[in-house]
């Protein structure tokens, strides 16, 4: 990939705004999941403060990290690579900034709806009937601001990033919709096993849909430009995203193949679970290929170091994801802490540190400044990957506890005390990634804001 045509954007006011939102919700996001894990160490841990108690803590946790963490990070990215791709300027700087005043707005509402007990109670779609629609309004604008840039460009070939990101921005507008049943406000939920099907036809595509095809925009534009090397491959590219759009969009029923839903819907889920090994191993062989020989240049720019451990991390997500879709797998490790380590590995290990890998990149970019403090940088990335690394393993290893004593008959009580030093371990292990959060949210503050220049290392 090449930028050949001189970019004249000044002032990238609304990159800024996102990239300040991912940082500071990110740190809150860490807070609550650290609450969250306190409760599974001591349940009566914070026992009398009822807004935080597990069941409103947890998806405070869950929603900020898809929605204040991860997609205003690669949000950030997208906001910057997407004129400079397309030779022309964002269309609205305005109403960028507009866009993420509203989204943190949103993001205040979601916290305090939910630590007061306003949910809807379904899987990634707790947050209320308000929110919903101003989610939906919120990707309305985004689209609108980025259609209206590709409209404008002057580079006609689209690079494989801006279908990514236009893809995912449209899918998850109206998967979004579908999935939290915006037309019944008063329960935003069907009945029965219809709105189990429609809530996993969501509840996967909010991340395999929004998360996945937003980070490999960005892993296809940073990882060339920070290895100065050519795409291996445009058409090997295009191969992996529409293979991507084609299979992912069906996998989500693998969640309920221990229920009475229709069993051709079922097969589709699973040979579909399988055959993401396509989109990913495509995407992997194209990204590799083209930084082959230049890891050194990797390991010289904290941007590209995110990224490209993140895709290692995708890897590694999808592996896990196709293995567990297996019905005979699924027996031992649905319902317990194996899918928590999956989701942690998916979301946080992929599409968040690739999140932070595109905040790094760009941020010099934007404020036309070095980064603040790349050691910061350094120390967060260690933190961060260690944090997910052993939580990840720590959460597998529980979960095949639970899986195998459940499935020959063993109660839930008795597995409890053998499963709590995983528990503290988890803990432990989030400590790492919670003050990753805080110097990432202090080291990007710093640099947007209170810069003097040069880094300081």
Request: charged share 10%; hydrophobic share 55%.
């Amino acid at each position: 990939m090449a930028e050949s045509i001189e970019h004249t954007e000044t002032n990238h006011l609304a990159a800024k705004a996102f990239a300040f939102t991912s940082a500071l919700w990110f740190a809150f996001a860490t807070s609550f999941g650290m609450i969250a894990a306190g409760y599974l160490i001591a349940p009566d841990f914070l026992g009398n403060i009822e807004y935080i108690q597990f069941g409103r803590a947890r998806p405070i946790h869950v929603n900020l990290v898809l929605f204040g963490f991860v997609t205003p990070g690669l949000l950030a990215a997208a906001l910057y690579y997407t004129p400079r791709l397309l030779g022309t300027h964002l269309y609205s700087q305005q109403l960028g900034v507009v866009t993420a005043v509203l989204w943190n707005i949103m993001l205040v509402i979601s916290v305090i709806s939910l630590a007061m007990g306003f949910s809807q109670g379904r899987e990634y779609a707790e947050l209320p009937w308000a929110v919903d629609i101003m989610i939906a309004v919120l990707f309305v604008m985004i689209i609108i601001n980025l259609f209206m840039t590709v409209r404008q460009r002057q580079e006609q070939i689209l690079y494989v990033s801006i279908w990514y990101t236009c893809a995912a921005l449209v899918l998850t507008a109206v998967g979004y919709c579908l999935g939290n049943v915006i037309w019944k406000p008063d329960s935003g939920a069907l009945l029965g096993i219809p709105d189990a099907i429609l809530l996993w036809f969501y509840g996967h595509n909010i991340f395999g849909l929004l998360l996945t095809p937003l980070a490999l925009g960005v892993a296809y534009y940073v990882l060339p430009l920070a290895t100065r090397s050519p795409l291996y491959s445009h058409t090997l590219s295009l191969i992996g995203f529409w293979s991507l759009i084609v299979v992912y969009t069906h996998v989500g029923t693998h969640h309920l193949l221990q229920v009475p839903v229709p069993t051709w819907l079922k097969v589709i889920s699973i040979v579909d679970s399988v055959a993401m090994v396509i989109p990913v191993m495509v995407f992997l062989i194209n990204i590799w290929y083209t930084v082959r020989g230049k890891l050194g240049d990797i390991h010289a720019n904290i941007g590209a170091k995110f990224v490209f451990t993140g895709t290692i991390m995708y890897f590694f997500a999808n592996f896990q994801g196709s293995f567990m879709a297996l019905p005979q797998v699924q027996r031992i490790t649905h319902f317990n802490n194996w899918v928590v380590g999956h989701a942690h590995i998916g979301v946080f290990a992929f599409a968040g540190i690739t999140a932070l890998g595109g905040l790094y990149f760009v941020l010099p970019k934007i404020t036309k400044k070095p980064l603040y403090s790349r050691y910061l940088a350094d120390l967060q990335y260690w933190l961060i990957l260690i944090g997910v690394s052993v939580m990840a393993v720590d959460l597998t290893i529980v979960g095949l506890i639970q899986g195998n004593a459940w499935y020959n008959g063993e109660t839930i009580y008795r597995v409890l005390p053998e499963i709590h030093l995983y528990y503290v371990i988890r803990a432990s292990a989030g400590l790492f990634i919670l003050a990753g959060a805080y110097l990432g949210l202090y080291n990007i503050v710093r640099t947007l804001f209170f810069n003097p220049g040069a880094a300081k290392e």
